[in-house]
């Protein structure tokens, strides 16, 4: 079955302006999370939703939301770019919230700020 | 709050040896699980091997295996038999498994590792 599909892949976007990022989870996956991936600070957890609501937040601002849709789909926004936006975006789908269950990761989307 | 670290950087292996790639973690939890993911130029996340710390046996998948101390709170990753594909960035990664975190991993800052031929 297909994997999960974030999009766009890559993204060049001004600073100010403000982004919304895709992920489409496996089929019949009901939880989607979204991590940052920056070389200075590693993997950092943004949130998670399942059946569309936010069960999680990471240590966030507030220019950073999301959604997830009723096929599960979702999108994070990020408002008022700032230059230390500029990541990886990695979102992972799995069955359900618990912790036992497999997560699987996209390919990300690689997002710079200029 | 729950710390990941991973303490080498990188490392590199030559084709058919074997690499041990550390992990330690701090947490005040009992249950937990344990993971080490594999991330190639490709850029997706994969699953290396998964661990319970409920379970005092290590887990293995093929040449890939893992030593857990759960007292030293110490999780590494042992690949046996190193291939070329085998390059990549590896992460330790910890789930504590409560009803408010579900599937929010805290990660390590990886260790490259380099297969050479």
């Known amino acids: 079955k297909a994997g999960v599909t974030q999009t766009p892949r890559y993204l060049i976007k001004t600073r100010g302006q403000q982004v919304t990022l895709s992920c489409s989870p496996i089929?019949?996956?009901?939880?989607v999370s979204w991590y940052q991936q920056t070389p200075g600070q590693g993997l950092q957890f943004l949130f998670e939703?399942?059946?569309?609501?936010?069960?999680n937040k990471g240590n966030f601002p507030g220019r950073f939301s999301g959604r997830q849709f009723s096929n599960s789909r979702s999108e994070m926004n990020v408002s008022t770019l700032e230059l230390g936006d500029s990541a990886l975006y990695l979102c992972?789908?799995?069955?359900?919230?618990?912790?036992?269950?497999?997560?699987?990761f996209g390919q990300g989307t690689r997002l710079t700020v200029v | 709050a729950q710390t990941v670290t991973q303490s080498q950087p990188e490392m590199s292996v030559q084709e058919a040896e074997t690499v041990t790639l550390s992990c330690t973690y701090d947490t005040s939890e009992n249950n937990y699980y344990l993971f080490w993911y594999k991330q190639p130029p490709s850029r997706q996340m994969i699953l290396v091997i998964r661990?319970?710390?409920?379970?005092?046996q290590n887990a293995t998948e093929n040449r890939f295996s893992v030593n857990f101390q759960k007292a030293a709170k110490s999780f590494s990753l042992k690949i046996s038999d190193s291939q070329l594909g085998d390059t990549a960035m590896y992460f330790c990664a910890f789930i504590k498994p409560t009803s408010n975190t579900g599937n929010q991993f805290y990660f390590g800052t990886g260790t490259s590792l380099t297969v050479i031929p």
């Open positions: 089929s019949g996956h009901r939880s």
């Open positions: 939703y399942f059946s569309e609501t936010q069960r």
């Open positions: 992972a789908s799995s069955h359900t919230f618990r912790a036992n269950t497999e997560a699987f």
């Open positions: 661990q319970e710390a409920y379970k005092q």
